[in-house]
């Protein structure tokens, strides 16, 4: 459950018309927080699909709050839980760094817990044990 | 309310390494449905921005139910509705055409109604029309 | 080396706070070109993958000419030629539908030939006379 | 001309079916390379495009040399030069960190320069000066 927080600057190719980030680059910032996180607790997701588990989402929200920028440099802010037996939960908070530290979007991912070939699998014993402890 | 279906095929660009569509993209797909169900009520977004009406997102959900590999031909159904007197909500459904029509992604965004400089405004009764009727 | 010409329209997700479209956009739009290509060919690339032929990108060239943006109609315009023995060239041009039809992007995208485990093979006949007639 | 060095991480959202990453996202690195290289400058673009310069790219080119798969490490390195009067190159080449230093892609994207409504300027000379020094 401990958070782990990486940080990231929006790239111009994540702006869109409106001069902010385009929505669905959020998913895409979740990505790198639970990937760091992952690194963080030793299982980094590479490794774990080179074992034969990999997390496929099944589940998102998203909440906006503010605007971020191009260049703008974000905070992400991951823990993650088991959901049940069979699945894990990612939660993401995005702010701004420096002094306003304004949330900029807060969400979570739901991912289900698979062998190598996508189908259901009950997560070994160190996948528990990484998101758990 | 009434519901629009448009089509599309997931594009290389958008799979992943594990052989789907990479998460994201729905988000991408469910603008297009919005921007297809926009113009089939005779207000494309296009014109709406040009108007002086913005709709950044607020809210979005997703629920993944089934894989889709690149050049799979999608439909998408949509509809929209007030939310109270100031957002607007876009439901989406995406599934695969032809014989199984499996669901692929189901969810919603919500968005706030602002002016072309971002900030929230009451929404423009020709606007409630495009959405209502 | 006949002309295919294939159609889209300039996504939301796709422009950027330019207010036209992001440069790498275009290399997407290429993949549509080159697919819809393919499959006026009767040889759709989603088959020939599934035959073990994978056509990994080794070079690619852009200009662009004009601003594209949101909502958009775009014309693609796509061929290919084989480069020596071992590699396939699609050029491609996307230009404004409508009366202007002003060029948007030209360009290609060269690739090499290679079996499914992404090393080079000699192309089979019936990937040349995909490609050649 | 000096170079300048930044390093980035492959993300998930980057890869594609064929298990490396999609070669549009090259053209995103380069930015991400462009950018780094300005800021070492004291020349931020965001801060370029405030004093109301845009540098849309008119021409880019790629070489991709070897696959760079999920979680690798890039370095980028970059420079950037006057072409003619009033166009500027960065040419920027991606590699591998670590022992091999493979080369993964290698090009350069050609801009104008132009005034905030995108109209064809002549280079400041400040900006000659962050470039060419």
Do not use: C
């Amino acid at each position: 459950m401990k958070d782990e927080t990486t940080r990231l600057r929006v790239r111009y190719s994540e702006t869109d018309q409106m001069g902010t980030f385009y929505n669905s680059r959020a998913l895409e910032w979740f990505e790198v927080g639970r990937t760091e996180w992952l690194r963080s607790r030793k299982m980094p997701y590479a490794e774990m699909e080179s074992r034969g588990v990999m997390l496929p989402l099944v589940e998102a929200h998203l909440e906006f709050f503010s605007r971020a920028v191009y260049d703008d440099e974000l905070s992400l802010s991951v823990n993650a839980e088991m959901v049940g037996k069979a699945r894990v939960r990612f939660n993401v908070s995005i702010a701004h760094t420096g002094e306003n530290q304004q949330d900029v979007v807060r969400g979570y991912t739901t991912h289900a817990v698979t062998d190598g070939d996508g189908r259901p699998t009950r997560p070994p014993r160190w996948f528990i044990e990484t998101i758990g402890t």
